[in-house]
């Protein structure tokens, strides 16, 4: 009997021992959690929707603002005895950032090429083509991919990959058609005013040749410089 109440005190004992450790520990983890928290006057505030939409927004807007730029081109699809370049200049209307509605003025310049000279000095004949004097045209632009390139740390050249359609009035050398116009590249925004735009346009119509009428596309590289006004509205 005496050793069964030993045995008692010993486990009461055991169990007020582990009771104690156990409110000691909690004490501590209690005093851990507390010092992570943040004083109430002192909470940092949740980034709203409108402020990730602020961070990965543009870093100029296009938002209802006009463009001005001048180009140069060189069409690589003509025919072999000519040589064709051409100069312009287009105004744009930026109606947001993904659609933009522009009008372009263009003269082409045209000489014979090393085949065509060739061609003229033995046998002194000109080749049978109707080359292009002068365009206008209208054209829908369609913005569809956004990025940035960053060349050094402090350098960075923001851009879109465009397509547009077109449709005008071109001058050639023997009467004046209805043309269409395919053309896509990308631009590139230095700052909040400069734009750059390297892209190919496809040009068709068709065109009078002596044996007849003939289908003729003209795909022109070109280089094009702008100026963007005004800032910009983020809505």
Do not use: C
């Not at 501590?28 to 402020?51: G, R, W």
């Not at 960053?150 to 005008?168: A, W």
């Amino acid at each position: 009997m005496k050793n069964i109440i030993i045995g008692l005190i010993i486990i009461s004992s055991s169990n007020l021992l582990f009771a104690a450790e156990n409110k000691q520990s909690k004490s501590a983890l209690e005093k851990q959690l507390e010092s992570l928290n943040i004083p109430s006057d002192k909470v940092t505030p949740v980034v709203s929707e409108e402020k990730i939409y602020a961070v990965n927004a543009r870093y100029s807007s296009l938002n209802k603002r006009f463009e001005v730029t001048m180009f140069g081109g060189n069409n690589f699809t003509g025919d072999s005895h000519i040589d064709s370049t051409n100069v312009g200049g287009t105004l744009r209307f930026h109606y947001n950032s993904r659609f933009s509605l522009g009008y372009r003025y263009t003269e082409y310049f045209n000489k014979l090429s090393e085949a065509g000279q060739t061609l003229y000095d033995s046998k002194e004949l000109l080749p049978d083509t109707d080359y292009a004097i002068k365009s206008t045209e209208g054209f829908l632009n369609v913005n569809t991919i956004y990025g940035k390139l960053r060349f050094t740390q402090n350098t960075i050249v923001y851009f879109d990959h465009y397509v547009s359609l077109g449709y005008g009035e071109i001058a050639l050398a023997r009467d004046e058609v209805q043309f269409y116009n395919l053309d896509t590249g990308f631009s590139f925004w230095m700052g909040k005013h400069m734009s750059a735009r390297v892209g190919v346009r496809n040009e068709f119509y068709i065109q009078q040749k002596l044996k007849g009428k003939e289908n003729a596309h003209n795909a022109q590289g070109y280089l094009e410089l702008g100026y963007l006004f005004g800032e910009g509205s983020r809505i």
